[in-house]
Structures are given as C-alpha cells and as structure tokens.
C-alpha cells in the first residue's frame, strides 16, 4: 500500500506552521498544504523554500478569513471575510463563478511563489460539495495537478491523488494505532490527513481545534513507516 500522510494548515499561524515542519523532519508527514490567506502564509512560504523534501499543496479556503479577490459582496459578510461555513450549502451560478474566480486567484498566488504544486485539497474538505464539483475538475484539469479524494470525486480516478482517504486520525481518532488501521483497508494508495502544530495564542484566536495538535505532533514524530508500507 503506497500511503501518503499530509498536514492541513501550513500557514494559517506560525505555530501550526513550525508543528508541520517538525513532523515533517523529524517525523513521517510527506506533505502539506498551504492556506493562502494564512496568517502566516508569508513565513510559511520562506520554510517551504527551505525544505525542498516536503512537499507543498494548496488548502482552498472558502470557510475562512478573507478572500484574495474582490469578490466581496457573493462571497462575504459585512466584515469582508467569507460568509461560509463547513456546511454545504445551495450555491447559485453567481456564486459558483465567484467561487471559481478566488480559488484560481488562490492557486496563480501559489504558483507566483514559485513553489512547484503538489495537489489541491480544501478547508473544511469543501471542494467535495456537490454543486463546487465542476469547478474542482476544471481546476485539477487546467493545472494539471491532484485532488484530494472526495465521495463526490470517487468516479474521477484520474484526477484523485489516492484511491482513498484516511480522516479519523482526528480529535478522539488520535492514537498510535494509525498503521494497523490503515493495513485493514483494500485500496492500493491512501492519504492520512493530519493537522499537527504548535500551540499558542494566535491558534486559539482562528481555531477550536488546539491541543490535540501537539498530540498528533508527537504522535508523527514517533511513527515509523512499516515495511508493508511505501512513500507515494
């Protein structure tokens, strides 16, 4: 089984950016995605330039902070940050070509970093709504780049970077039984989303999710890949 294991975050805040980095380099975290909204996008940026084995996807965003174009009044509140949440929502032809136009703003900023892309994944994993579909497929087409798998996505095998994706390394799914979890399943390649990171202040500020993060920093750094396993 060829088994990828990535970090979502990289550059929402520093700590969370130096937890991945850690996992990453003393640990078994392959890649990550970057948020480019981030609070520490920039910073993220400069750590990835330094760590050429890791490799950088981008995490689409629609369900935080704020948007790169001025797409102001589809997309956002009265403050100017996204006005959606993780639930899917009913979207109108408007919305999805604003939706369409920040996510390609999002990925040319990526692209004008210089970092090569590894693949597309989402906050909040909302590039699997239904109705965002066609527009997560013109995306991977026009970059040529994977997608993170999705049930929405299944049929679309050659645009998915696993044929399946492990989510339960998670809040209460955090333990050290990852890789006998994983040795049950039949697919032949699978991710593991993970969200490792430091925490701190400007983490409590952007996200409920906090301790558990340095749980699963020190779980990743303690993993070892089993023989039965292989890198994608």
């Given amino acids: 089984m060829k088994i990828l294991i990535n970090a979502d975050d990289f550059g929402l805040t520093k700590g969370i950016t130096d937890g991945i980095l850690k996992a990453h380099t003393n640990g078994v975290v392959q890649s990550t995605t970057l948020m480019m909204n981030g609070n520490a996008v920039e910073y993220a940026i400069s750590e990835a330039k ?3 084995s890791l490799q ?4 689409l965003v629609l369900t935080w902070g704020k948007p790169l174009t001025n797409e102001a009044a589809i997309l956002t509140d009265s403050n100017g940050f996204f006005k959606y949440t993780k639930e899917e929502k009913e979207l109108k032809a408007e919305d999805l070509q604003a939706i369409k136009n920040e996510w390609q703003a999002q990925i040319e900023a990526f ?3 210089g970092l090569p892309l590894h693949h597309i994944d ?3 994993h909302v590039h ?3 109705p965002l579909k066609p527009v ?3 995306l991977a087409n026009r970059y040529h780049v994977p997608v993170r798998y999705t049930e929405t996505l299944q ?4 645009l998915l970077l696993t044929e399946q994706i492990w989510l339960d390394f998670y809040d209460s799914g955090v333990d050290d039984n990852l890789f006998s979890q994983l040795e049950k399943l039949s697919a032949t390649s699978v991710e593991v989303m993970t969200h490792p990171g430091f925490v701190d202040r400007d983490l409590h500020q952007v996200s409920s999710y906090t301790a558990k ?3 699963e920093l020190e779980l990743l750094c303690s993993f070892v890949l089993p023989e039965w396993a292989e890198k994608l």
Avoid: P, Y
């Fill in 128 to 130: 699997g709504w239904e």
């Fill in 122 to 124: 989402s906050h909040h």
């Fill in 111 to 113: 692209l004008a970093t």
């Fill in 213 to 215: 993060r340095e749980k």
């Fill in 136 to 138: 997560i497929i013109e």
């Fill in 155 to 158: 049929n679309e095998r050659d």
């Fill in 56 to 59: 950088i996807g981008i995490h």
């Fill in 50 to 52: 330094k760590h050429s």
